[in-house]
């Protein structure tokens, strides 16, 4: 089947990176591996966030956590988190010029109760914010600060609804909001400047919402996508269709024999739980090829697979791991060139 990408430029041509998936399929890292592979390259990058919860910091090992404000955290590489109400304050402020005056507004019950019933005007208003960061220039050079902007977005569910808001909205709202919607909605449709890509993992729920998500956002936006990432995908040690006879194995005295040098003679019931072992990771690989080809059937993207990378605790080293399993993924899919020397 045909591809429905965005396009034929290498994807960190981009200037926003919109990545959604199912909560809980590694978003957060997959965001942040794009992070480092494209300051590696020598780009500026902005990660935006709408719920980072800390993740963030400690992949990049940084000790200032994520907040409202741009935030440092690697050379080259920031972060902000978007919060609803300081990114609506910053908006008022900007609108009416008056701090004292928005401050009375905010503060009122009136404003409250319209912000707890009104999720899609604030939601809107933080599409707004990652418009403007993308657009920001330095006011010295009069070039854009921001090479490449990366906004690991809602999950797919809520996600979905964060993509069409700007055209839904445009129809609805007056004035500057209105205007607010237009500019967003333009920046989202651009082929040339933005590209939408989903992750998810082998297994049965994250697939099939990865295959609805595809197909909503191919049909009721104009959002360019570019590719789908497979996380953490098991590797196939025995190259087998079936899990491996290998507690057989294990019980012979060759084996056995290995056993005890390894353990130093504390090997009893040492085989089953190897044999155990091994029909896991057999059954995980086959769970991951199975996934793999429900995928390439059922979405004309790009697939890049990330394999599962193995670790009592996941930081930068990790992250690092993941940045060159999936830089180069990318490059063998043609999203990405290879690096210049």
Same mark, same amino acid.
């Given at each position: 089947?045909?591809?429905?990408?965005?396009?034929?430029?290498?994807?960190?041509?981009?200037?926003?990176?919109?990545?959604?998936?199912?909560?809980?399929?590694?978003?957060?890292?997959?965001?942040?591996?794009?992070?480092?592979?494209?300051?590696?390259?020598?780009?500026?990058?902005?990660?935006?966030?709408?719920?980072?919860?800390?993740?963030?910091?400690?992949?990049?090992? *940084?000790?200032?956590?994520?907040?409202?404000?741009?935030?440092?955290?690697?050379?080259?590489?920031?972060?902000?988190?978007?919060?609803?109400?300081?990114?609506?304050?910053?908006?008022?402020?900007?609108?009416?010029?008056?701090?004292?005056?928005?401050?009375?507004?905010?503060?009122?019950?009136?404003?409250?109760? #319209?912000?707890?019933?009104?999720?899609?005007?604030?939601?809107?208003?933080?599409?707004?914010?990652? #418009?403007?960061?993308?657009?920001?220039?330095? #006011?010295?050079?009069?070039?854009?600060?921001?090479?490449?902007?990366?906004?690991?977005?809602? @999950?797919?569910?809520?996600?979905?609804?964060?993509?069409?808001?700007?055209?839904?909205?445009?129809?609805?709202?007056?004035?500057?909001?209105?205007?607010?919607?237009? +500019?967003?909605?333009?920046?989202?449709?651009?082929?040339?400047?933005?590209?939408?890509?989903?992750?998810?993992?082998?297994?049965?729920?994250?697939?099939?919402? %990865?295959?609805?998500?595809?197909?909503?956002?191919?049909?009721?936006?104009?959002?360019?996508?570019? +590719?789908?990432?497979?996380?953490?995908?098991?590797?196939?040690?025995?190259?087998?269709?079936? @899990?491996?006879?290998?507690?057989?194995?294990?019980?012979?005295?060759? @084996?056995?024999?290995?056993?005890?040098?390894?353990? +130093?003679?504390? =090997?009893?019931?040492?085989?089953?739980?190897?044999?155990?072992? %091994?029909?896991? *990771?057999?059954?995980?690989?086959?769970? =991951?090829?199975?996934?793999?080809?429900?995928?390439?059937?059922?979405?004309?993207?790009?697939?890049?697979?990330?394999?599962?990378?193995?670790?009592?605790?996941?930081?930068?080293?990790?992250?690092?791991?993941?940045?060159?399993?999936?830089?180069?993924?990318?490059?063998?899919?043609?999203?990405?060139?290879?690096? *210049?020397?």
């Amino acid at each position: 089947m045909a591809d429905d990408t965005a396009g034929g430029d290498d994807l960190f041509s981009k200037r926003l990176l919109v990545v959604s998936g199912k909560g809980g399929v590694g978003k957060t890292v997959i965001t942040s591996a794009m992070a480092l592979i494209a300051s590696a390259r020598g780009m500026n990058v902005l990660l935006i966030k709408m719920d980072d919860q800390g993740r963030t910091a400690q992949l990049f090992e *940084s000790e200032q956590p994520v907040g409202d404000v741009v935030t440092p955290l690697r050379e080259s590489i920031s972060a902000i988190n978007l919060d609803p109400i300081t990114v609506v304050a910053d908006y008022f402020t900007k609108q009416l010029r008056v701090r004292s005056l928005v401050k009375h507004i905010m503060g009122s019950k009136l404003f409250q109760n #319209w912000f707890r019933v009104s999720p899609a005007i604030k939601e809107m208003i933080c599409l707004g914010k990652v #418009w403007d960061l993308v657009e920001e220039k330095s #006011w010295w050079r009069k070039r854009f600060v921001w090479d490449l902007v990366i906004f690991d977005a809602p @999950a797919t569910g809520h996600g979905l609804g964060l993509l069409r808001l700007p055209e839904q909205a445009s129809k609805l709202l007056m004035g500057p909001l209105r205007t607010n919607a237009l +500019g967003v909605q333009a920046m989202l449709e651009n082929t040339k400047t933005t590209a939408l890509m989903i992750v998810t993992l082998p297994e049965e729920m994250p697939v099939n919402e %990865a295959v609805h998500f595809y197909d909503q956002a191919r049909t009721k936006t104009r959002v360019p996508l570019a +590719g789908i990432v497979l996380n953490a995908v098991a590797p196939d040690r025995f190259g087998q269709d079936e @899990a491996p006879e290998v507690e057989p194995v294990l019980a012979e005295a060759p @084996a056995q024999a290995a056993l005890s040098a390894v353990l +130093g003679g504390e =090997s009893e019931g040492a085989a089953t739980a190897l044999a155990t072992a %091994a029909e896991y *990771s057999s059954s995980r690989a086959r769970l =991951s090829a199975h996934y793999r080809q429900q995928l390439k059937a059922r979405i004309r993207l790009p697939l890049i697979e990330v394999p599962y990378v193995f670790a009592e605790a996941f930081r930068f080293p990790q992250l690092e791991r993941v940045a060159g399993l999936l830089e180069r993924q990318l490059i063998e899919s043609g999203l990405l060139a290879e690096a *210049s020397s």
